[in-house]
Structure formats: structure tokens, C-alpha cells
């Protein structure tokens, strides 16, 4: 609470954090489908953090998660913004780099161990090759612990082979190349609100 007349600084920080695909790429050229495109493509996130303390903690321990282990349909007509953690891609993904530029976003969640009780946020990507369904499932900073709050997460995403038949499933390493940066969101200088 603030009187009429006085004057206070807050600092606002961001809760949520975004996930970013920049470009995605097909490279079966050592494949019997080596023309074959991705088609059909979507991107979403699977074990979301579904809540989130407006007070920082150092690490953000989540206790309730949507679309665990794959995308749930059910969850995600609750929403009123459904691109915020899914996007359908409408071009072919072939053997040509393809700029995507398409953000979703999510609260933080760190794990301390991931386990299934507290399992990692991933990036996956879903498309059909030749007319069956592969998925792509990325753990995000796996080596930093996670998604931690304010960042943002890109991605130059290359397919090197077949993804797996289960969204929650585990990718061989030769079945992908991830270049991925961690980056601040980009903030705007300070300015004066006046009510």
C-alpha cells in the first residue's frame, strides 16, 4: 500500500522464461529416407512447471506440472493462449536451414536430481518422416540445471535421423545436433508509470 501523493521504486522481474527455436535443419543424407522432409511439424514443451513463487528462490522447485511426459490435450484447452507452449510449424522441414524464429515460454524448474517426481522441462519437436510420427525430446540445460527464470533458451536444431516413437522418450546422440545459448531476456531501461 502507498498514500496518494508518495512515491516508491519496484523492480519488476520477469517469473517466466522462453524457450526459443531459431532454425531446424534435416540431414538424413546417410538415411534410405534421405529425401524425405519433416512435415507436419509442432513444437511444445512436456513437463511444465505450473506454478511459480512471485519471490525468488535460488532454486525453483516445482511441486505441480503440466503436460508430464507428453502434450495433454485435456491441459491445453484450459488455456486461453495455447501458443505459449505450443506452435505448429506450416512449412516442410528439409535439407535446407529453416529459419523458424518461434518462442514459447514456461516458468523455471530446476531440479536438483530429475526423477518422476521432478523431471525436466524439454523442447520437443513432433513431425512425420515418410508418413509415421517422430519426436525429438530435448531436455533444456540439462548441464545448468535446468530452466531458471528470466532467461531465454535458443535453439539451432539440426536432424540427423529418426526421432523415437514416445515424446518422453530418449534420443540417441547421432540423432541430433543442438547448438543451444542461454541469454538474459532483454530488458528496457527504467521509466516512470504515472496513475
Known sequence: HINAGNQMSIDLLPLRSEVRLNTLKCDFSDEVY???PLTEVRIYLTNVN??????????????????????????????TEKDMITQSIDVNIGSTTTQIQRSIYCYANQPIEE?????????????????????????????????????????????????????????????????????????????????
Open 115 to 195: 526423477s518422476i517426481g521432478s523431471p525436466m522441462t524439454k523442447l520437443v519437436i513432433e513431425g512425420k518422416i515418410g508418413g509415421d510420427t517422430y519426436y525429438y525430446p530435448i531436455r533444456i540445460n540439462p548441464k545448468g540445471g535446468g530452466i531458471a527464470r528470466g532467461c531465454r533458451y535458443s535453439f539451432d536444431i539440426i536432424l540427423t535421423r529418426t526421432g523415437v516413437t514416445d515424446p518422453d522418450g530418449e534420443l540417441n546422440e547421432e540423432d541430433i545436433e543442438i547448438i543451444m545459448e542461454v541469454e538474459k531476456w532483454e530488458e528496457k531501461d527504467g521509466y516512470a508509470v504515472r496513475f
Open 50 to 79: 505450473a506454478s511459480c513463487s512471485l519471490i525468488p528462490d535460488e532454486r525453483a522447485n516445482s511441486s505441480r506440472f503440466i503436460n508430464t511426459g507428453m502434450l495433454d490435450t485435456e491441459h491445453l484447452n484450459q488455456f
Open 34 to 36: 534421405c529425401n524425405e
